[in-house]
């Protein structure tokens, strides 16, 4: 079996017993940001439920444009105000090399890519510019409680990178 299809069959077991439609705005008015990272349970880790939040991904969990752009709409169109940045140990942009990665795109498709994947060497560094670009979002209107974590990728546990 594919894992589209375990995907599939996955489903058939869940809508049997979906609880039904929820509030289109997340109940507690929170939009986090964070990595793709697979071992990243959000919703265990943080204690939320279907509904609460809005989820935004990427790799590294980094305010890109496509991630501003997201959280825009979720502030201004669905009603979120509190923005929470998680990071992670072990992430896959630490000591990234973006150049050598663009290279490649660019040399085994003959285009290269309009967009970069940054990478980063200070997890904490990284996280306090993360921070200071979702506050220096103009299109943002909530930008005062904007709050960074690094989620321990052994033990669970978030730490709380100040600004």
């Known amino acids: 079996m594919s894992a589209i299809d375990h995907l599939l069959h996955a489903n058939v ?33 943080l204690g939320l439920d279907i509904g609460d ?19 825009a709409l979720s502030q201004r169109s669905l009603g979120t105000r509190e923005v929470v940045l998680i990071h992670h140990t072990e992430c896959g942009m630490q000591g990234f090399d973006d150049v050598a990665f663009r290279a490649e795109l660019a040399s085994e498709s003959g285009h290269e890519p309009p967009w970069d994947v940054p990478g980063f060497s200070d ?11 979702v506050r220096g979002c103009l299109w943002i209107p ?15 546990r978030i730490d709380e990178v100040l600004a």
């Open 13 to 45: 077991s869940y809508a049997k017993t979906f609880p039904g439609p929820r509030p289109l705005r997340p109940k507690l008015r929170l939009a986090v940001i964070a990595c793709m990272d697979s071992r990243l349970d959000l919703f265990g880790a």
């Open 53 to 71: 939040a809005h989820l935004i991904r990427n790799a590294g969990g980094l305010p890109t444009d496509d991630v501003l752009r997201s959280l």
């Open 123 to 133: 997890i904490r560094a990284t996280m306090r510019t993360s921070i200071a670009v």
């Open 142 to 156: 909530h930008r005062d409680d904007v709050r960074g974590f690094i989620f321990d990728t052994a033990t669970a």
